[in-house]
């Protein structure tokens, strides 16, 4: 399984930009990157993915490394409400269909007001 | 639309004992997945089901099992309860696999006494 490693916790302004780091430097060609945030007591929340191409969506924009060994989730005007855990995930795909999910340790986001 | 649900949201079992853990998942999703979340910690993968099959298994002891249903609801089952098995277990379902855009339940907080 590729292993994901995080920073446990991160401190960010409100309205300044939130960077993420990841890293994954054992991925393999076809496995994707997730990244999912959990607010306390609550189920995690998907946020984005990406094979090796940058995405952007509405929440967040994913950059993935030309050797796609590390990423950074970029939240572009933090708000307090994205003070949550910040997991990176790599999709591991097994032969014959099966699946097998591994999160990272997570980072912590604190948005500080 | 009614988010993935799960029953029960809390409950407090003796050493021991069995355990059955529902979960709905979001209407039109065939895929739904369980995960052992220990407090302080990231969620770890026990199950996946599809199409009321086994497509992915954690490395979690046989006294866990799991089944879905043709409506693709899904129940986990835990024998002889064990204190460390006192977590959050959380459900996500996903329409199809690979888990792209999984959505979780609220989870239900299991204590083991």
């Known amino acids: 399984d590729a292993k994901t490693t995080q920073p446990p916790s991160m401190d960010c302004a409100e309205g300044r930009a939130a960077n993420l780091p990841c890293n994954h430097s054992?991925?393999?060609?076809?496995?994707?990157v997730y990244w999912y945030r959990q607010i306390h007591s609550q189920g995690p929340q998907y946020i984005i993915h990406?094979?090796?191409n940058n995405e952007t969506n509405e929440m967040a924009s994913l950059i993935i490394t030309e050797d796609r060994k590390s990423s950074t989730l970029i939240l572009p005007h933090a708000t307090l409400r994205d003070t949550a855990v910040y997991y990176c995930?790599?999709?591991?795909?097994?032969?014959?269909?099966?699946?097998?999910?591994?999160f990272g340790t997570g980072t912590k986001l604190q948005v500080i007001p | 639309d009614a988010g993935v649900t799960q029953s029960p949201t809390h409950l407090i079992k003796t050493r021991g004992q069995h355990v059955t853990l529902r979960c709905s998942p979001i209407?039109?999703?065939?895929?739904v997945s369980w995960y052992q979340q220990v407090l302080g910690q990231g969620p770890q993968f026990i199950f996946q089901?599809?199409?009321?099959?086994?497509?992915g298994r954690g490395n979690f002891p046989d006294r866990f099992s799991a089944r879905q249903f043709p409506n693709y609801s899904s129940e986990l089952n835990v024998n002889a309860l064990l204190l460390g098995d006192s977590a959050l277990y959380l459900c996500?379902?996903?329409?199809?696999?690979?888990?792209?855009?999984?959505?979780f339940g609220q989870g239900t907080r299991l204590t083991v006494v």
């Open positions: 996500a379902s996903s329409p199809d696999i690979p888990l792209t855009e999984a959505f």
């Open positions: 054992t991925i393999s060609g076809n496995e994707y």
């Open positions: 990406g094979l090796k």
């Open positions: 995930i790599v999709r591991v795909g097994i032969s014959g269909g099966y699946q097998k999910v591994t």
């Open positions: 209407s039109g999703h065939k895929s």
């Open positions: 089901y599809y199409e009321k099959e086994e497509r």
